[in-house]
């Protein structure tokens, strides 16, 4: 039997789904005492907290220190934005990276994914991490942008300047937006020259549907397209790696479901819903109380900031059956690794459409795949990314 937390979980990372277990029964709504945030245990809770709209908003500029860059590099990024406006411009951008775009790039997904295996043919170790879980999806959203992919190393840089090198809670503080600075003004330039390029071209792409986006009469401009490219490169890049390398982990520990999703293959969206939940990329999903709430039993000061605990909602008893138990027929898998209601993770289907490829292609590939037991697994620092930055994996060709 597994575990909880499965075997290949960094001590921390047990120690937090202990104490989430803890807080479920006993104080499913807290306040941390460090960061004064109100912290959400419990799947109700949560799920609360993520779509109610009107009590809980998106915008967390009250805590973020005010500097001029970072709020033109964000003026496109609708993430951290309400209604009316979050709907205007996620409808825009809506209209280039439709459900159809997407499944339009399986054939050259594909192509990716075997491209970067061909690359490692007569390796029988590889890292999972830097050798595909990375390069896929950066290559995938480098080639939907129409960035070179070349610049690949840069994308990374950038990516993890802004959510890992300083700490994913860099943006909350003064000294953390100044070192994210470089990065924020490099990337800015790096997007804005990129889109002007596509301007006085006709080159077709996102950026060309981005550019000629149009709902009644409102258009996007320049730096609103950049600020969503940014939103694009960073959003979609680390969380599919992360993604990837935790279907790994969740497939490594559990022998029977990838015996099963060899023989069917078609089973391979509900094991990937399944890990989602097993293991979310991500630990938080922040809101901003609007008015005084009662959640929990608790009392939430109105401008409180109120993050929900993915890891813990996703294994929360009182939802689902057997919670510590990865079961890829769990079925249906309501976790909220990409978030609920109307900021729902626009990328949902790409990732999806990636890690699948992935998977099959590994799967299709090997006889068999393990991770190393005589190297040791590296992990993200748990309070950004729940999953590996160097997992070593040995491959038995087929
Ligand atoms: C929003 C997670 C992949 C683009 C979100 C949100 C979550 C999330 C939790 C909701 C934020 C909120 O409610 O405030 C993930 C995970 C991914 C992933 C776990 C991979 C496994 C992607 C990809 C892209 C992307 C591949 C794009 C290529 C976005 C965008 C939003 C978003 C644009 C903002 C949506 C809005 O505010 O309306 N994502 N994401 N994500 N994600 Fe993803």
Redesign the pocket.
Known sequence: AVSMGGPHVSDEVREMLDRYRQMRRTEPVSQDKDTGRWQVFRYGDGMTV?TDANTFS?DLSEFIPDHEELRTFSKGN????DQPR?REL?GL?SQG?TPRFVAGMAPRIETVAKELLDALRDRDRIDLVTDLAQPL?VTV?AE?MGLPVSDRALFRKWADALLVDNGIDAIFSEQGVAAMAPAIREMNAYLLNHVREYRTSDREGLIGDLIAAETDGMTLDDQEIVG?LA??LI???L??S??LSNAILCLDENPDATRQLRDDPGLLPNAIEEV?RYR???FW???RARETVELGGCEIPAGSQVSVA?ASVSRDEEEFENPDTFDIHRNPVRH?????????????P???L??RIALKALLDRYRDFAVASDEPIVYHDPRGFQGATHLPVDLLVA
Not at 78 to 81: A, K, L, R
Not at 336 to 348: E, N, P, T, Y
Request: aromatic share 10%; glycine share 8%; proline share 4%.
């Open positions: 993520a998106n609708f993430q951290n934005m979050h996620r951008v990276f999806p959203i939907v969503f939103l694009l959003a979609g890049h969380t599919t992360t993604l989602l979310s990329p991500l999903l922040d809101r993915l909220l690794a990409f978030g609920m209601g109307a900021h729902f993770c626009l990328g949902a790409l990732a999806r990636e890690v």
